[in-house]
C-alpha cells in the first residue's frame, strides 16, 4: 500500500525554503508589475478623462439651474410690473374723483412713482436676460467640451481594452500562480512582504545581494551580515531599506566576483655609482 507523503505547513517550512517561495511570489507580481507598465498611463489617462466629464456634468447642471433661477425672476418682475400699471390704471382713475388740490398731488406722485418702479424693473429684466445669455453661452461650450472629452475617453478606452485583451490570459495565468505561491507563504511573513512591497515604488520586496550591496537601494551590506544571507538560517532584511534580502544562489543567479585590480610593477631606481676624484 503506497504511504501519502505528509503536506509541510508553511509555518513548519526551513528558512531556505520560505525565501525561495517568497522570491518566486516576487518575480511573478514583477511579471504582473511589467504587463501593467505595458498599459502605461491609459489607465490613469482613462481616469482622468471620466473624472473631467463627471465635473463638466456638474457645471452643467449648475448653469442650468441658474438659468432656471433667472428665468423665474423675471417671471417675478413680470407680475410685478403688471402689479404698477394696474395701479396706475386705478390712480388716474382716481384723479377724476379727487376733492382738493392735495389728494391730486398725492396721486401724482403714486402714479410717477410706480413708473419709475416699472423702469427699473425693466432694467433688471434686461440684466438677468443678460446673464441668462452668458449662461446659455457657458453651456454651450460645456456641452462641447464634454462631447469632445467623450471622444477622448472612447479613443482612450478603445487602446486600453485592446492592451488589456492582448496580456489578459497571461496576466490571469501569473495572477493565479501568485495565489497558488501564497498559500505556501505563512500569513505573518505574506502579510510583511505585502507591506514592504507596497512600500517600495518598484514593488520589489525581496532582492538578491549584488556585489556585496543591496539589490534594491544598492547600500553595502556589512560583511558579518552577507554571511547571514548565505547562511539561509534566517529572514535577513535590509538595514536601509527593509528589503528582505537574499543571496544569489538561491535566486538562480551566479554571484559576480569582482575583479582583482591588476597589481603595479615595483619600479627599481638603479643608482649610478659615484665617480671617484682624480
Known amino acids: 500500500m503506497a504511504t501519502r507523503t505528509k503536506e509541510v505547513l508553511p509555518s513548519e517550512m526551513s528558512v531556505e ?32 478623462l471620466e473624472d473631467e466629464i463627471e465635473g463638466l456634468h456638474h457645471r452643467l447642471a449648475k448653469y442650468e439651474q441658474e438659468i432656471n433661477d433667472f428665468e423665474n ?11 404698477a400699471r394696474s395701479l396706475m390704471e386705478r390712480y388716474r382713475q382716481q384723479l377724476d374723483e379727487v376733492s382738493n388740490n392735495r389728494e ?21 429684466i434686461r440684466d438677468i436676460d443678460r446673464q441668462i445669455e452668458a449662461r446659455q453661452s457657458d453651456l454651450a461650450r460645456g456641452r462641447s467640451a464634454i462631447k469632445k472629452r467623450i471622444e477622448d475617453l472612447d479613443v482612450k478606452k478603445a487602446e486600453l481594452d485592446e492592451i488589456v485583451t492582448e496580456t489578459r490570459a497571461e ?23 505585502k507591506r514592504i512591497r507596497k512600500s517600495q515604488r518598484n514593488g520589489l520586496a525581496v532582492v538578491y545581494v549584488q556585489r556585496g550591496a543591496c539589490g ?4 553595502k551590506i556589512p560583511p558579518q551580515r552577507q554571511i547571514d544571507v548565505r547562511s539561509r538560517k ?29 597589481k603595479k610593477k615595483r619600479s627599481i631606481v638603479r643608482r649610478k655609482a659615484a665617480t671617484p676624484e682624480a
Open 73 to 83: 425672476e423675471i417671471t417675478e418682475k413680470q407680475n410685478s410690473i403688471r402689479e
Open 234 to 262: 534566517k529572514i535577513i532584511p535590509c538595514e536601509y531599506c527593509g528589503r528582505i534580502l537574499i543571496d544569489p544562489e538561491l535566486a538562480g543567479v551566479k554571484p559576480e566576483v569582482p575583479e582583482e585590480a591588476p
Open 171 to 193: 496576466e490571469e495565468r501569473l495572477r493565479e500562480k501568485a495565489r497558488s505561491i501564497e498559500l505556501s507563504v505563512e500569513p505573518r511573513l505574506l502579510a510583511a512582504f
Open 17 to 48: 525554503q520560505k525565501l525561495k517561495n517568497l522570491y518566486l511570489l516576487q518575480t511573478k507580481l514583477s511579471e504582473i508589475d511589467k504587463i501593467k507598465t505595458l498599459r502605461g498611463e491609459l489607465p490613469l489617462e482613462v481616469q482622468d
Open 216 to 219: 534594491g537601494c544598492f547600500n
Open 104 to 124: 391730486y398731488d398725492t396721486l401724482q406722485k403714486e402714479i410717477e412713482f410706480q413708473s419709475l418702479e416699472i423702469e427699473l424693473l425693466n432694467k433688471q
